[in-house]
């Protein structure tokens, strides 16, 4: 989310007109509306402004049902294709003046432009933000370096990873140190193929638990050559929680339990040790899972249980 400045906009804006108060309404054409304040101050109805006209500026005897008593200033803009918006100033004392009435007018062209291009940008960042979330509960992540291989930027949550990571840490200078030397040879490889440009992509594996692996690849980003690196921490089922994998995949706790072990690779038999049962049970469970989730065997139920939506969940 963008961080809401329509306030503090809203606040120079009486400082400049000398007014108590001043409000926003943006009213989206999808029914929804959206509104700021500075002070005290009670727009009109949306009814009324409906009626009101594009780019005029209103004083307050033209505004029914509000205290003619009370100097107000009101303006209509168009926002685009999104819907229109409605900004209002008001005194205690004195009335505005005319070139406040100019000034306010002269605003509505830019005003419009401007929440036309915040909401736009606003919901760029949300999708944005989707996107992260998605790629991140599936292990996602990527690293931008220079074409000679110092890190520039990363993703929020492989900052996380780097920074709470026994194998590898980043030096000031941007290099990445790896802990063992096989992995840095091995980067380092990685680093001299992409800068090469053959198409030839070998991920490395720079962690086995928790398994991690980089893949680089030549990329331009804004108009720059960088060294994309794109990451994929593996997942595993026990981040998700029993009640998560009963209600996806309509099962009893207990299988849920025995089903999230089969997932990360447990055999029955070290199933069975996990989870205190006996051998008998844990196969007669197994079944249930299997007739429950449609499968046959434990590798169809490994294959269900990454495929599916459960780790968006």
Same mark, same amino acid.
């Given at each position: 989310?963008?961080?809401?400045?329509?306030?503090?906009?809203?606040?120079?804006?009486?400082?400049?007109?000398?007014?108590?108060?001043?409000?926003?309404?943006?009213?989206?054409?999808?029914?929804?509306?959206?509104?700021?304040?500075?002070?005290?101050?009670?727009?009109?109805?949306?009814?009324?402004?409906?009626?009101?006209?594009?780019?005029?500026?209103?004083?307050? =005897?033209?505004?029914?049902?509000?205290?003619?008593?009370?100097?107000?200033?009101?303006?209509?803009?168009?926002?685009?294709?999104?819907?229109?918006?409605?900004?209002?100033?008001?005194?205690?004392?004195?009335?505005?003046?005319?070139?406040?009435?100019?000034?306010?007018?002269?605003?509505?062209?830019?005003?419009?432009?401007?929440?036309?291009?915040?909401?736009?940008?606003?919901?760029?960042?949300?999708?944005?933000?989707?996107?992260?979330?998605?790629?991140?509960?599936?292990?996602?992540?990527?690293?931008?370096?220079?074409?000679?291989?110092?890190?520039?930027?990363?993703?929020?949550?492989?900052?996380?990873?780097?920074?709470?990571?026994?194998?590898?840490?980043?030096?000031?200078?941007?290099?990445?140190?790896?802990?063992?030397?096989?992995?840095?040879?091995?980067?380092?490889?990685?680093?001299?193929?992409?800068?090469?440009?053959?198409?030839?992509?070998?991920?490395?594996?720079?962690?086995?638990?928790?398994?991690?692996? =980089?893949?680089?690849?030549?990329?331009?980003?804004?108009?720059?050559?960088?060294?994309?690196?794109?990451?994929?921490?593996?997942?595993?089922?026990?981040?998700?929680?029993?009640?998560?994998?009963?209600?996806?995949?309509?099962?009893?706790?207990?299988?849920?339990?025995?089903?999230?072990?089969?997932?990360?690779?447990?055999?029955?038999?070290?199933?069975?040790?996990?989870?205190?049962?006996?051998?008998?049970?844990?196969?007669?469970?197994?079944?249930?899972?299997?007739?429950?989730?449609?499968?046959?065997?434990?590798?169809?139920?490994?294959?269900?249980?990454?495929?599916?939506?459960?780790?968006?969940?």
């Amino acid at each position: 989310m963008i961080p809401d400045l329509w306030p503090d906009f809203l606040g120079l804006l009486a400082h400049q007109l000398r007014a108590e108060s001043a409000a926003l309404h943006l009213e989206l054409d999808v029914g929804r509306g959206l509104s700021w304040q500075h002070g005290r101050l009670r727009l009109p109805e949306l009814a009324q402004m409906r009626q009101m006209r594009f780019d005029r500026v209103y004083a307050q =005897i033209d505004m029914p049902g509000h205290d003619g008593r009370l100097p107000m200033r009101v303006l209509k803009c168009s926002v685009g294709a999104i819907g229109f918006a409605v900004l209002a100033v008001q005194r205690g004392g004195q009335d505005f003046r005319a070139v406040d009435g100019v000034k306010l007018s002269g605003l509505g062209p830019y005003l419009g432009q401007a929440l036309a291009n915040w909401f736009a940008l606003d919901h760029e960042r949300a999708r944005a933000a989707l996107d992260r979330q998605v790629s991140g509960r599936l292990g996602g992540g990527w690293i931008m370096f220079t074409p000679a291989g110092n890190v520039i930027d990363m993703a929020d949550n492989t900052r996380e990873w780097l920074d709470n990571s026994p194998t590898v840490q980043q030096r000031p200078n941007g290099w990445l140190e790896f802990r063992e030397g096989g992995v840095a040879q091995s980067f380092r490889r990685a680093v001299a193929a992409a800068q090469a440009g053959n198409g030839l992509i070998r991920p490395v594996e720079i962690s086995r638990d928790p398994a991690i692996e =980089i893949a680089l690849m030549p990329k331009e980003v804004a108009g720059e050559r960088v060294l994309l690196g794109l990451i994929r921490h593996g997942i595993s089922a026990r981040s998700l929680s029993v009640e998560q994998v009963a209600t996806a995949f309509d099962l009893s706790r207990s299988e849920a339990r025995l089903a999230i072990l089969l997932c990360d690779g447990a055999s029955l038999q070290d199933a069975a040790l996990d989870l205190g049962w006996t051998l008998e049970t844990t196969r007669s469970c197994s079944k249930q899972v299997y007739a429950r989730m449609g499968v046959k065997g434990q590798s169809a139920v490994l294959r269900r249980m990454l495929t599916g939506a459960v780790w968006l969940t």
